[in-house]
């Protein structure tokens, strides 16, 4: 028989070392794992802007969010949208003109984003109908690649 001392004593410390011997047995997350992807991360996503309401156009919204500790160049001259695996060469204009934050893309701060749309007519680059894959890049990072459906009644 234990005596009741010795077991309060004796069961936290057996507890802490098993506690203790599985936690050094977990891996640790390396520099490569997902868990540890800290930079700039983008996203896309489109609509389709119906025809009786303006030009039929294709409105693609873009957002760009720094995860990391340190503030980021966003290096917008690089920013490119990708159709059916070929970059748009009018890139540069298409995010170049419109609204934009003052001064204009630079540096995002740790936790910032940008979030941006831009339309782009239908009858310009998403004909003829169909499905059209769509993403965009810069020189530090790649969005999703998502679909567009274009169909006779979205334009």
């Not at 409105?59 to 920013?79: A, C, Q, R």
């Not at 749309?117 to 993403?135: C, D, R, T």
């Amino acid at each position: 028989m234990v005596r009741p001392s010795v077991a309060r004593i004796v069961c936290p410390v057996l507890l802490t070392v098993v506690v203790a011997a599985q936690t050094a047995t977990q891996k640790t997350p390396s520099k490569g794992d997902a868990l540890n992807c800290h930079g700039l991360h983008a996203g896309i996503r489109a609509q389709i802007i119906p025809p009786y309401t303006e030009t039929p156009s294709v409105m693609l919204t873009f957002v760009l969010l720094n995860d990391s500790e340190i503030p980021l160049d966003v290096e917008s001259g690089s920013w490119r949208i990708v159709i059916n695996g070929s970059e748009l060469n009018d890139s540069g204009m298409i995010f170049g003109n419109g609204p934009g934050v003052v001064g204009g893309y630079k540096v995002l701060k740790p936790g910032e984003t940008y979030e941006l749309a831009k339309a782009l007519p239908i009858a310009e680059y998403f004909l003829p109908n169909g499905q059209y894959k769509v993403s965009w890049k810069g020189a530090a990072f790649q969005s999703p690649t998502i679909t567009v459906t274009i169909t006779p009644s979205s334009h």
